[in-house]
């Protein structure tokens, strides 16, 4: 069984049928709204990262504050985006956008993992740094910049679905 | 009715060279709602974060005039991001989406929203931590909450219903 029909048997499964049917609008609708909740709470622990925003605060206190909603907004894209996938699976395989949305999305858990892997570790030395080092300020740029690539290739994707 | 009085400004911007120009390349649409999408991020999330902490329920570390001021810069970027890219996607199809209900509730929340924005919402959120009653700060960020995120899902309930 190739990737593309395990794609058409997603679709026509009862989940892909009523998200394809009646749930689309919702679904999509809780998928660009659930923005806010994840692009749009790590852009700030970026921002810090980047010594762009919250500069008198720690490091350590905007990542404590923002770690929860953080991982919530997340469940909740990829459980709202795997529900999208069911209904269009195939179209979504053969795009060149959907493809690059999910590698971008890698790229981005690649970049966070090797964030916490490498200079967060020692994240206690520079924690109240208004700008802190290099290494983590190049984490936090990049992560911007896979995470908004990830939203307008997204967009790009939906606009020609 | 307001939306008759505007009716022959609308009809003017549609047939309008520029109007023409925009509403003829899905390319130029598809990448103005990837702007407005990055706009939708920064200011949906900074409302989402602030909001949190003024219904007490997350962000508690810092107090809400701090948290505020910290990030109104990107929010406001997003909200300018957000209505400019919104401008020239209406003027790429204004006499159709004008017509739309959906369009005019969109229209209504924003006003809304906004005057909430910069009255009572910017007067709770930048007061001191002890000035404002802690049940009408809830009230506010609910409010504020409630209204963005209103404007957002009128918005998505454009391109479905």
Redesign the interface.
């Given at each position: 069984m190739t990737i593309f029909d395990w794609c058409k048997a997603l679709e026509d499964t009862r989940v892909g049928e009523i998200v394809r049917e009646s749930a689309?609008?919702y679904v999509?609708?809780v998928h660009?709204?659930g923005?806010?909740?994840s692009?749009?709470?790590v852009?700030?622990f970026d921002?810090r990262l980047v010594g762009a925003?919250?500069r008198?605060?720690s490091v350590s206190?905007v990542f404590?504050?923002?770690k929860?909603?953080m991982i919530g907004g997340f469940c909740l894209m990829f459980l709202s985006g795997a529900l999208l996938f069911t209904a269009h699976a195939s179209k979504a395989y053969a795009s060149g956008y959907f493809r690059a949305k999910m590698a971008l999305i890698v790229l981005a858990g690649l970049n966070t993992a090797v964030y916490h892997l490498t200079i967060d570790r020692r994240r206690a030395e520079w924690s109240n740094a208004p700008i802190p080092p290099w290494a983590a300020r190049a984490a936090g740029l990049l992560s911007l910049v896979l995470w908004?690539s990830v939203?307008?290739a997204g967009?790009?994707f939906a606009?020609?679905l | 009715m307001v939306w008759e009085t505007l009716q022959p400004f609308v009809n003017r911007l549609g047939s309008s060279e520029f109007g023409q120009w925009i509403g003829q390349s899905?390319d130029r649409?598809?990448?103005l709602?990837?702007v407005h999408?990055?706009g939708?991020?920064?200011l949906?999330?900074?409302?989402?974060?602030i909001a949190?902490r003024l219904l007490n329920i997350?962000?508690?570390?810092?107090s809400v005039a701090?948290?505020a001021r910290?990030?109104a810069?990107?929010r406001m970027a997003g909200l300018l991001l957000s209505l400019m890219s919104g401008a020239l996607i209406f003027t790429g199809g204004a006499v159709s989406y004008f017509e739309g209900g959906w369009f005019r509730w969109k229209m209504i929340l924003l006003t809304v929203a906004l005057i909430f924005n910069f009255t009572a919402f910017r007067i709770v959120a930048y007061a001191d931590e002890d000035r404002f009653n802690p049940w009408l700060r809830r009230v506010v960020g609910g409010l504020t909450l409630l209204l963005w995120?209103g404007v957002?899902?009128a918005g998505?309930?454009i391109?479905?219903?």
């Amino acid at each position: 069984m190739t990737i593309f029909d395990w794609c058409k048997a997603l679709e026509d499964t009862r989940v892909g049928e009523i998200v394809r049917e009646s749930a689309f609008p919702y679904v999509e609708g809780v998928h660009v709204l659930g923005l806010a909740l994840s692009v749009g709470t790590v852009v700030w622990f970026d921002l810090r990262l980047v010594g762009a925003a919250m500069r008198s605060r720690s490091v350590s206190g905007v990542f404590r504050d923002l770690k929860g909603w953080m991982i919530g907004g997340f469940c909740l894209m990829f459980l709202s985006g795997a529900l999208l996938f069911t209904a269009h699976a195939s179209k979504a395989y053969a795009s060149g956008y959907f493809r690059a949305k999910m590698a971008l999305i890698v790229l981005a858990g690649l970049n966070t993992a090797v964030y916490h892997l490498t200079i967060d570790r020692r994240r206690a030395e520079w924690s109240n740094a208004p700008i802190p080092p290099w290494a983590a300020r190049a984490a936090g740029l990049l992560s911007l910049v896979l995470w908004f690539s990830v939203i307008a290739a997204g967009r790009i994707f939906a606009y020609n679905l | 009715m307001v939306w008759e009085t505007l009716q022959p400004f609308v009809n003017r911007l549609g047939s309008s060279e520029f109007g023409q120009w925009i509403g003829q390349s899905t390319d130029r649409i598809a990448w103005l709602f990837v702007v407005h999408l990055v706009g939708l991020t920064l200011l949906l999330g900074g409302t989402f974060v602030i909001a949190i902490r003024l219904l007490n329920i997350g962000m508690r570390s810092q107090s809400v005039a701090n948290l505020a001021r910290d990030i109104a810069p990107w929010r406001m970027a997003g909200l300018l991001l957000s209505l400019m890219s919104g401008a020239l996607i209406f003027t790429g199809g204004a006499v159709s989406y004008f017509e739309g209900g959906w369009f005019r509730w969109k229209m209504i929340l924003l006003t809304v929203a906004l005057i909430f924005n910069f009255t009572a919402f910017r007067i709770v959120a930048y007061a001191d931590e002890d000035r404002f009653n802690p049940w009408l700060r809830r009230v506010v960020g609910g409010l504020t909450l409630l209204l963005w995120f209103g404007v957002g899902a009128a918005g998505r309930a454009i391109a479905f219903f």
